[in-house]
């Protein structure tokens, strides 16, 4: 089945700078690859996600990147402000499901420092 | 719009007692999922539901069970509970299988 690393578990970043979170996966066939943030207490919210047809995508200050050769797509954070400390996750999965729909990496405490 | 409503928020069990958590979306997705969350672990798929009248065993799926109500409910019961089990219970749902989940809030259960 699929697996996904991500580094680092714990990035800690002064306001206003930018904050990059990287993910490798192992199967070639996936192809969606969504970000999540989950704040304390509260589940997983998507953030962005990106298709394996497109290799850049972004949404005011965040931008998700792939990379299909090497198996790796990161998440970046420009202009960083208080309320973007949480945990983020990555995940992939192939189209049509694999038998596990999603497999998510094991998350990310991103720390913005005042 | 309330998305995924899970119940309860909080349970604390026995060794041995059994209950069972709810999950309802009301997004009319096809595809609902139950993860469960440990420190340093992530989110582990334990069964997935890929549309109504159909369930399967995810990645850890020992010491559960699930029942796909209708398209709206997917519930997961602990049989026995083991300490073991102590973790926040998270259930999500998709319009497709593998596409864009919503999330609950989560169940934090704690198994003594």
């Known amino acids: 089945g699929e697996n996904v690393e991500q580094h680092p578990s714990t990035l800690s970043v002064q306001e206003g700078d930018s904050a990059v979170i990287k993910c490798t996966y192992s199967?070639?066939?996936?192809?969606?690859f969504p970000w999540y943030k989950q704040e304390l207490g509260k589940g997983p919210q998507l953030i962005i996600d990106?298709?394996?047809?497109?290799g850049e995508k972004k949404d005011q200050r965040i931008a998700v990147t792939l990379n299909k050769t090497a198996k790796h797509f990161s998440l970046h954070i420009t202009e960083t402000q208080p309320e973007d400390s949480a945990v983020y996750f990555c995940a992939a999965s192939r189209s049509g499901g694999g038998a596990d729909g999603l497999t998510f990496g094991k998350g990310t405490h991103l720390i913005i420092q005042p | 719009n309330a998305g995924v409503t899970q119940t309860p928020k909080f349970q604390v069990l026995k060794t041995g007692q059994s209950m069972t958590l709810q999950c309802a979306q009301d997004m009319n997705h096809n595809s609902m999922y139950w993860y469960r969350q440990d420190p340093g672990m992530g989110l582990r798929l334990i069964y997935y539901?890929?549309?109504?009248?159909?369930?399967d065993k995810g990645e850890v799926p020992n010491g559960y069970n699930v029942s796909r109500l209708n398209k709206r409910e997917f519930s997961l019961r602990l049989e026995s509970a083991a300490p073991s089990q102590t973790s926040v219970y998270f259930c999500?749902?998709?319009?497709?299988?593998?596409?864009?989940?919503?999330f609950g809030s989560g169940t934090r259960l704690t198994v003594v």
């Open positions: 990106i298709r394996s047809n497109v």
């Open positions: 539901s890929a549309s109504e009248g159909t369930t």
């Open positions: 999500a749902s998709s319009e497709h299988r593998g596409y864009g989940y919503t």
């Open positions: 199967d070639s066939a996936s192809n969606y």
